[in-house]
């Protein structure tokens, strides 16, 4: 072969991640945030993401620990409810009572969009820090409390609030550090969530007969203060406020993808969980034991360690949406039947069986808005839309009670919820669509 030949032949060099950056357009960078910030102490320079490495995977784990300490604490609220309802607050109705863990878990998502936008700018250890710090203090404080306001402030407000500051911090980190493999990250730090509900409840129920109420509440606050201490040695971004990406835009907000979606997760919460929320407290007026039912919240959230893993590998395979819409379907098939059964058995399968599919949207949901915008802004799109979930959270286990009171059973409130999350699935759909422009694919 002629040495002219030879030389076209030869290999261009490597282009870099700026010229590769350039050559894709704005819509093609949308779909595939696959170029990171790299903070190397002076300048920001674009990096690939690393998707996998120790340090990546030790994020991991640091999420894991403050879903456990945060949600799996607030996944407790089912024994929660029926403690207060038989003791402290037994002169307040169920739904008055209910007020008390939808503000905890509707906190738990509502500080997504200022510490969004904080983290958008690079800030990320003293949000976790600050949260770490109110998780624990609130969880003592609660060994104090005698009072329907104080048990509001203390656990619906302080714990609530300081759990979504945490966990905002630990979800928006990871792509900062995993591209492909998000899916099966956020289901690792998920499942943190559910082996926390199952913990928790357990410890909560045999602890309170043994040594009362208030050292129970101390001795979950010391295990707060272990977890959440690795949480924090562990935490790292790969941004920081002095080198930071360029500043977020508001043009994320005209994505229809994201609007659909963020409809999604508004109604989703209206009705999804209403079943961990009551489950106990039903099965008690079946005529079940008190003894055995509080297991169902347990036993829920033990089919969401299952659900979260398996459901965050299938995420990233056929895409986050497409996980999540059947996933939820089934949740929502499960919520219309739960108050027609009343056998024990009966219950123990659906509560498994709502725990893994409803394990789908809680392991995924911070993993669709990655794709639907620069990955600069990812922040702040995550925020908004967790704040959309706060107010569902926030609105359906109570309206849930009210039901109750005037009907004088769950059949009805099953209906509700269910049909909440129902409707939800076609905002899912439509955010699925509108992302790929198809009704195939993966998205």
């Known amino acids: 072969m002629a040495e002219s030949e030879l030389a076209t032949k030869q290999p261009s060099p490597p282009a870099t991640l700026r010229d590769i950056d350039d050559a894709y357009s704005d819509d093609e960078k949308c779909l595939s945030p696959e170029i990171g910030y790299e903070d190397n102490g002076s300048d920001l ?170 050292w129970t509440m101390r001795i979950l606050a010391f295990m707060h203060v272990f977890l959440l201490t690795i949480t924090n040695i562990l935490f790292k971004g790969r941004w920081s406020p002095k080198n930071k990406p360029p500043s977020p835009s508001l043009s994320t907000f005209k994505n229809p993808a994201f609007l659909f979606y963020c409809a999604a997760g508004f109604t989703t919460f209206l009705g999804l969980y209403t079943m961990l929320t009551y489950i106990s407290v039903g099965a008690v007026e079946s005529g079940i034991p008190s003894d055995f039912a509080f297991y169902y919240v347990a036993i829920t959230n033990a089919g969401g360690v299952i659900g979260r893993g398996i459901l965050g590998h299938l995420g990233d395979r056929f895409g986050p949406l497409t996980v999540i819409a059947p996933s939820t379907f089934v949740a929502g098939v499960i919520t219309y039947a739960w108050p027609f059964v009343h056998s024990k058995g009966g219950l123990v399968a659906l509560a498994v069986v709502y725990g893994v599919a409803g394990g789908g949207f809680l392991a995924l949901f911070g993993a669709p808005t990655v794709h639907m915008g620069e990955l600069q802004d990812n922040g702040l799109r995550l925020g908004f839309f967790l704040t959309c979930m706060s107010l569902g959270a926030l609105a ?43 009704w195939t694919g993966k998205a």
């Open 45 to 214: 320079t674009e990096e690939p993401i690393p998707d996998g490495g120790l340090q990546a995977w030790l994020v991991v784990l640091s999420g894991h620990c403050a879903t456990f300490t945060t949600f799996g604490f607030i996944n407790t609220w089912g024994v929660f409810q029926e403690y207060y309802q038989q003791t402290i607050l037994k002169d307040n109705s169920p739904s008055t009572i209910a007020w008390i863990g939808s503000v905890q878990y509707s906190l738990a998502f509502m500080p997504g969009l200022p510490v969004g936008a904080l983290i958008a700018r690079g800030h990320l250890r003293v949000p976790a820090a600050i949260g770490s710090a109110g998780v624990i203090i609130g969880t003592f404080l609660i060994a104090e409390c005698t009072e329907y306001w104080q048990i509001l402030l203390c656990q619906g407000i302080c714990v609530g609030l300081s759990s979504g500051v945490l966990i905002m911090t630990g979800i928006c980190v990871l792509p900062q550090w995993f591209s492909t493999k998000k899916g099966i990250a956020l289901g690792i730090i998920g499942v943190g969530a559910s082996s926390g509900g199952v913990v928790y409840p357990i410890a909560a129920r045999n602890l309170i007969p043994l040594v009362g109420f208030s």
């Open 396 to 438: 359906g286990p109570p309206i849930s009670g009210a039901i109750k009171y005037a009907t004088g059973s769950f059949e009805l409130v099953g209906v509700w919820a269910g049909t909440t999350v129902m409707i939800s699935i076609v905002f899912l759909l439509l955010a699925r669509h509108f992302q790929m422009r198809k």
